[in-house]
């Protein structure tokens, strides 16, 4: 169990610029969540996925934002034409199975900042 | 809808003196709550986690919490605060879905900050 990795782990780009994060989860962790932290506030919840399916995403994923997970392992999440307001922790949970039980482990997020 | 609400954005503790931090949820259906902290610039640690199993549950590093369920509560605390528990302390209830299911994707509070001082 080497635990969820995220990369980058900084990202300073441009406005207007694209941008995209890679999560690899736990390995067999069938479910793959991705998170948006702002400065004081906690993560709100983006997007999950259960395997390859994307199953639910947040009134907060503009179309700009657009994740995927080929194979149902690592994920991407790419957010086009970067703004201001984009800058966040994104952070990438997984976890086993499906109950509301199940902990998520995060990752350490990727941190982008938007000049 | 579910919602947590932390009591207390900051709590300043001295080294060796107990921890109290507040949370109260709202969920209608038996919610699955946790609590998880977060060291700067880092992902989130879980705690510890309810799930109907048993009101009192103990987690890592020394913590516990309890859930109460007729005040809507689920506090964290400690015994006796060490100084490497200074960290921003989440307090999480998953999501459930209106037939009382769940999607496990979970909702956060806002957080509180513990602040040890030697």
């Known amino acids: 169990d080497t635990g969820v990795s995220q990369n980058p782990r900084h990202k300073i780009t441009k406005r207007g610029q694209n941008v995209t994060f890679r999560c690899d989860p736990i390995?067999?962790?069938?479910?793959l969540y991705w998170y948006r932290q702002t400065l004081g506030q906690g993560p709100e919840f983006l997007t999950y996925?259960?395997?390859?399916?994307?199953?639910?995403k947040s009134r907060l994923l503009s179309d700009r934002f657009s994740a995927e997970r080929p194979k149902g392992s690592f994920s991407t999440l790419e957010i086009q034409r970067t703004e201001q307001g984009d800058s966040a922790m994104y952070l990438c949970?997984?976890?086993?199975?499906?109950?509301?039980?199940?902990?998520?482990?995060f990752g350490d997020g990727t941190r982008l900042s938007i000049l | 809808a579910q919602s947590v609400t932390q009591l207390d954005s900051h709590v300043s503790v001295s080294e060796g003196t107990p921890v109290l931090l507040r949370c109260n949820y709202s969920?209608?259906?038996?919610?699955?709550l946790f609590w998880y902290v977060q060291h700067p610039n880092k992902g989130l640690q879980l705690l510890l986690k309810?799930?109907?199993?048993?009101?009192l549950v103990k987690g890592i590093n020394g913590f516990e919490a309890e859930f109460k369920k007729s005040e809507t509560s689920f506090h964290l605390t400690k015994p006796s605060a060490h100084m490497s528990d200074a960290a921003e302390y989440f307090c999480?209830?998953?999501?459930?879905?209106?037939?009382?299911?769940?999607?496990?994707?979970?909702?956060f509070g806002k957080g509180t900050k513990l602040s040890v001082k030697p």
């Open positions: 996925f259960q395997n390859e399916a994307q199953l639910e």
């Open positions: 969920s209608s259906y038996s919610p699955s």
């Open positions: 949970a997984s976890s086993l199975g499906s109950g509301s039980n199940q902990p998520q482990h």
């Open positions: 999480v209830v998953s999501e459930e879905l209106n037939y009382g299911g769940s999607q496990g994707n979970l909702i």
């Open positions: 390995s067999e962790h069938n479910r």
């Open positions: 309810y799930t109907s199993a048993a009101t």
